[in-house]
């Protein structure tokens, strides 16, 4: 109906919920062929048109759904002094989280060249 959209995966959402942004569909397919239109000031337009918060891109979650947030172009993004940047995606960690034994930049590039973590347990 004209109060419903169809999407790709055959989910049906309110028609208002096409074109708003939000991947409603789970799939993009309400935000697809929505025309031109530009994010405010304080967003990221993503290749496929949505609009995500600034600060989530380059965060290693892909926000966008189509990684258009994520990628090469975060390799570039400069990190603050107290902050480790992981190699491959560009991501900020903080300092402290080099070499303690968690996977935090998902390669483990913060975790190499790392001395054996020694176990306290008598």
């Known amino acids: 109906t004209d109060v ?6 055959g989910k049906c959402i309110p028609a208002i ?6 991947n409603d569909c789970n799939d993009f397919s309400d935000e697809t062929g929505c025309g031109n239109f530009s ?11 949505r ?4 600060n989530w891109k380059c965060d290693s979650e892909n926000d ?19 902050q480790f940047t992981c190699p491959s995606t560009g ?11 968690d996977n935090d930049c998902y390669d483990n590039k913060d975790e190499e060249g790392c001395p054996p973590i ?3 347990a008598a």
């Open 39 to 49: 994010c405010e000031s304080t967003y990221f337009q993503c290749t496929n048109g």
């Open 17 to 22: 919920f096409k074109c708003d942004s939000d």
């Open 4 to 9: 419903e959209f169809r999407c790709e995966s």
């Open 91 to 101: 991501t900020c960690i903080p300092q402290s989280w080099v070499c303690d034994g």
């Open 51 to 54: 609009c995500i918060p600034q």
């Open 118 to 120: 020694a176990c306290t």
């Open 64 to 82: 966008c759904g189509d990684s258009s947030d994520e990628g090469p172009s975060c390799a570039n993004k400069t990190c603050s002094y107290f």
